[in-house]
């Protein structure tokens, strides 16, 4: 079973210095894919992870999520294994929680919402609810390491799309907590 069967992931980080990987399990704890943090150490130490790679638990590139230098408000895109855009996700201008923006290029909008302590997040569409996000801390341990768990629910029937979409926002604001702790 692979990432786009399967109605909830678990996604396991694993950050060291210069990469920001993670494990993909289903509920049960079996792999089902991981994330590779991509390009050259030079670039990652200047400017950050900037591109990683989700690939499925058969070695298949999935989708590629890629944050390009931008002023302003934090922009990602989402490419598929071919290279084609999915999806931009936007970081919207909010106060008390984190929002964004998931602009799929074949598809409705979705919108991720947080709480303010950015531990649950939903993702809606015109549909309704299309996920719900859990972050939590393995332990005290880990949360020194900087690793974290993020749970995604995935209400039945989503489309790979969709799926695609939400794993890149997810990760997308992960790397925006990133820049924000080392910018403060």
């Not at 638990?57 to 895109?77: A, I, K, Y």
Request: charge should be neutral; glycine fraction near 12%.
């Amino acid at each position: 079973m692979g990432i786009l069967q399967t109605d909830a992931i678990v996604l396991y980080q694993v950050r060291s210095f210069l990469s920001n990987d993670f494990a993909i399990h289903d509920l049960t704890g079996q792999p089902v894919g991981r994330i590779v943090t991509e390009g050259g150490a030079g670039s990652r130490l200047l400017m950050g992870n900037r591109q990683l790679a989700i690939v499925d638990s058969d070695g298949t590139l999935l989708m590629r999520l890629v944050d390009p230098p931008n002023l302003g408000l934090d922009r990602f895109e989402v490419l598929d294994g071919h290279g084609n855009l999915v999806a931009r996700i936007v970081k919207e201008f909010t106060l008390f929680k984190k929002a964004l923006r998931i602009e799929l290029t074949t598809g409705p909008q979705l919108r991720l919402d947080g709480s303010l302590f950015d531990h649950e997040f939903s993702v809606t569409g015109p549909g309704g609810v299309a996920a719900t996000v859990s972050r939590h801390w393995p332990g005290v341990t880990q949360v020194f390491l900087g690793r974290e768990r993020y749970v995604l629910g995935f209400s039945p029937q989503v489309p790979a799309p969709e799926k695609l979409g939400t794993i890149g926002a997810v990760i997308a604001l992960d790397l925006i907590r990133a820049k924000q702790r080392n910018n403060g």
